[in-house]
């Protein structure tokens, strides 16, 4: 009976300890470093979303997919996944390009809500976003990401 106890706690503790010992003790770094426009479909708008990646730890990181929701202003405005391929480089970066889609009533929210600001306020400034996902590692292995920021935003 001893050994069955010892077994069991075994089984609780070396996940535990593996997570403690994992490779990546620092989280990915992932901010939003580009917007572009692509084409659309119907009731939808298509945007190419250019993160730039940093790895702060002393191990490279395959990964395998990537999927992500941005926010603007505290609303959720788009989401996107791409079956993207590589390595995050040991104390280095890289730059992922992946294509998200917005409804046409998410951009129609989110421009109504900055008219309203920008006629209470006389102009618009910043937005906020919020970028949330993962990065898909190879095998069981994953990175998850958050990331807030504010971008200019001016009608002229």
């Known amino acids: 009976m001893p050994n069955r106890r010892l077994l069991c706690l075994g089984l609780v503790v070396a996940p535990l300890a593996g997570c403690a010992l994992s490779p990546f003790a620092d989280p990915l770094r992932v901010e939003l470093v580009g917007l572009e426009g692509l084409p659309g479909e119907g009731m939808e708008l298509r ?7 940093q790895n702060p730890n002393d191990r490279e990181m395959a990964y395998d997919g990537i999927a992500l ?8 405005f788009a989401s996107g996944v791409a079956p993207l391929a590589g390595m995050v480089p040991r104390y280095g970066e890289t730059v ?17 809500s900055v008219l309203r600001e920008s ?3 006389g102009r618009i400034g910043k937005l906020s ?3 949330r996902g ?5 095998g069981l292995t994953g990175a ?5 920021g504010e971008f200019d935003f001016d009608l002229r």
């Open 119 to 121: 006629e209470q306020r």
């Open 47 to 53: 945007f190419m979303v250019k993160l730039r990646v």
């Open 129 to 131: 976003y919020a970028l």
């Open 69 to 76: 929701d941005l926010d603007l202003r505290g609303q959720r």
């Open 134 to 138: 993962k990065l898909g590692g190879v």
């Open 96 to 112: 992922l390009a992946v294509p998200v889609t917005a409804s046409a009533i998410a951009l129609a929210r989110q421009m109504l």
């Open 144 to 148: 998850r990401f958050e990331s807030t």
